[in-house]
T-cell receptor, first 111, second 114 residues
């Protein structure tokens, strides 16, 4: 089978940096994606890592270590609007290249 | 503007009834997906389709059915065999091999069994 683990909740202060970790167990791994979802809304794509290392997109960065089956999403200069749920998702060959999502991390940004 | 349209936004169903959720996209994406989301949970894959006239079961396909007769459309039927259908249903589409673009999701249908 396959599994993804990420913290259920994280709280951080506006302007700070927060890291959301994701560990996974799967076979046929292709890559790790991150999505953001505000309450009641549609998930939106943030990043995709297929190779080891850090990918940066504005205030958001995502990291992958294939050997450790581990990745993280780094959010810098936190803003109130970043309060949302963040999902890691694995792309693998076992499910026909359809994403398998974790349970999500609820991020609360406080003033 | 291109995107995915899910309808209706809210749907109420009596027990024992089948109901069909609509998903239409004008992004020219080959692949389409249906996910179910329960409160405080992640997205669980119901069905997916990589190409017209072909679809595959996901992790929780029991009690659901789909069709893919057109590239733009991927309707999901929730049958009476689905034991606990109350949930938020999300449709998505993508271009296979373009993972750096990611999935585009619709705004979802919230189904309640009454």
């Amino acid at each position: 089978g396959q599994s993804l683990e990420q913290p259920s909740e994280v709280t951080a202060v506006e302007g700070a940096i927060v890291q959301i970790n994701c560990t996974y167990q799967t076979s046929g791994f292709y890559g790790l994606s991150w999505y953001q979802q505000h309450d009641g809304g549609a998930p939106t794509f943030l990043s995709y890592n297929a190779l080891d290392g850090l990918e940066e997109t504005g205030r958001f960065s995502s990291f992958l270590s294939r050997s450790d089956s581990y990745g993280y999403l780094l959010l810098q200069e936190l803003q109130m609007k970043d309060s949302a749920s963040y999902f890691c998702a694995v792309l693998n060959s076992n499910s026909g290249y359809a994403l398998n999502f974790g349970k999500g991390t609820s991020l609360l940004v406080t003033p | 503007d291109g995107g995915i349209t899910q309808s209706p936004k809210y749907l109420f169903r009596k027990e024992g009834q089948n109901v069909t959720l609509s998903c239409e996209q004008n992004l020219n994406h080959d692949a389409m997906y249906w996910y179910r989301q329960d409160p405080g949970q992640g997205l669980r894959l119901i069905y997916y389709s990589q190409i017209v006239n072909d679809f595959q079961k996901g992790d929780i396909a029991e009690g659901y059915s789909v069709s893919r007769e057109k590239k733009e459309s991927f309707p999901l039927t929730v049958t009476s065999a689905q034991k606990n259908p109350t949930a938020f249903y999300l449709c998505a589409s993508s271009i296979p091999g373009q993972e750096r673009i990611g999935y585009t999701f619709g705004s979802g249908t919230r189904l309640t069994v009454v």
